[in-house]
């Protein structure tokens, strides 16, 4: 790496920062593409400790934001470049500044003039980003989170950040996929169609994709209302149908949700993509009674299980891992994480399995931890395992 590229970057970086003509910093091209940071973006920022600069730490699920003073800051920045990632672009109102490392460490550095003059904006912005626009929305009217006039209600609140959150969440899980233009979603247990219209909102009229979204709920006066309100709000690739997770009738599925299906009602959801060839499969798992019972470990994890709290918990962790392990063992890119608050609710576990490559077999490698997870606390099946006849 040319050190004396490296250090007119950075010089430039402070001396624009002390002129306050500083915009922005990116840093992108990971070195390591196995690593869940995909870029970094620096922006200044005035608080009450004043100036910062405000890091923003971006992953597929989610965005970290931290504040350093300067100096600190260009120290964090000089070191991920270093091991982190091999661009970095610096944009200030004079120049526009681009560092690029090659992979033998080589280095090239150019510098033009800026693209955008206007000054930088240092007011510390507490405005999240909102994926469901609640003015004028009239399923969100319809349901009761908003006003007549568009604001949403003061006890609805929770609800409408739960909302933007998980249309979040599955925005960045499908542009990690290879989605089909018009490919098909099925909404498993999707009850008075909160999520199920905002994921649908946000497909049609952010991103203008097209999908065909298909709402599975049993019960057949849910299922009516929110037909009504999809015809209400225009959504003609949107319907809702009466049935169970298990036996209702959807085509074939690109995608497939099933949020707090209640213990082997996630299994049934799981197997159903994965039979289907659903290319993302997305669950929030509710209750894990099927494993609690069959957990029987006659090792040292008894003295772990013998307390009633530390089971539940145990079970439910094992139970999770076991259908990230299963989705693994059918070709899936697996991921387990918090997607909601606890405030929110004490269900927050979301398991997502993104279908890799066309062709992909079966993975032994995941068959063999399951078979020994199971050898562990002595049980005799998953209901997954046992679905897909593993």
């Not at 800026?114 to 405005?127: C, G, I, R, S």
């Not at 994480?337 to 890799?356: L, Q, Y």
């Amino acid at each position: 790496m040319s050190a004396t590229d490296t250090e007119t970057f950075f010089k430039a970086l402070a001396d624009n920062i002390t002129a306050q003509q500083f915009i922005k910093l990116t840093l992108s091209d990971r070195r390591d593409k196995s690593n869940n940071l995909k870029n970094v973006f620096v922006k200044p920022v005035v608080l009450k400790a004043g100036f910062m600069l405000s890091f923003v730490y971006r992953h597929p699920t989610k965005d970290i934001t931290k504040n350093y003073e300067t100096q600190e800051g260009i120290i964090l920045l000089k070191g991920m470049l270093e091991k982190g990632f091999y661009k970095a672009d610096l944009f200030t109102t004079t120049n526009d500044w681009h560092l690029t490392i090659t992979k033998n460490g080589k280095s090239i550095l150019t510098n033009k003039s800026a693209a955008n003059q206007q000054a930088p904006v240092t007011e510390h912005d507490k405005t999240k980003k909102r994926y469901v626009i609640p003015e004028n929305n009239i399923y969100l009217r319809e349901l009761g989170i908003t006003s007549a006039e568009g604001k949403v209600k003061s006890d609805k609140q929770d609800k409408f950040r739960q909302i933007n959150k998980y249309v979040e969440v599955v925005d960045n899980i499908i542009s990690s996929a290879s989605l089909p233009p018009d490919f098909t979603i099925a909404d498993m247990g999707a009850g008075k169609g909160y999520l199920t219209f905002a994921l649908y909102d946000y497909l049609t009229n952010s991103l203008h994709l097209t999908p065909k979204v298909t709402g599975v709920e049993m019960r057949k006066e849910l299922v009516e209302n929110c037909n009504q309100i999809a015809a209400k709000a225009g959504f003609g690739q949107l319907n809702f149908i009466t049935g169970s997770i298990e036996t209702a009738e959807i085509p074939a599925v690109d995608m497939l949700i099933a949020l707090h299906a209640c213990d082997t009602a996630t299994d049934q959801a799981i197997y159903r993509g994965i039979t289907s060839g659903a290319k993302i499969i997305i669950c929030a798992p509710c209750c894990h009674k099927q494993i609690r019972k069959s957990m029987k470990p006659v090792n040292d994890i008894k003295a772990i299980t013998r307390f009633g709290i530390l089971e539940e918990r145990q079970a439910e962790i094992l139970t999770d891992a076991m259908r990230a392990l299963i989705l693994e063992a059918f070709g899936y890119q697996t991921k387990v994480f918090e997607f909601i608050s606890t405030e929110h609710t004490p269900k927050n576990v979301m398991i997502v399995g993104v279908k890799a490559e066309a062709g992909t077999k079966t993975n032994p490698a995941a068959i063999e931890q399951l078979k020994n997870l199971k050898a562990m606390y002595s049980i005799e099946y998953h209901q997954l395992e046992k679905l897909m006849k593993l």
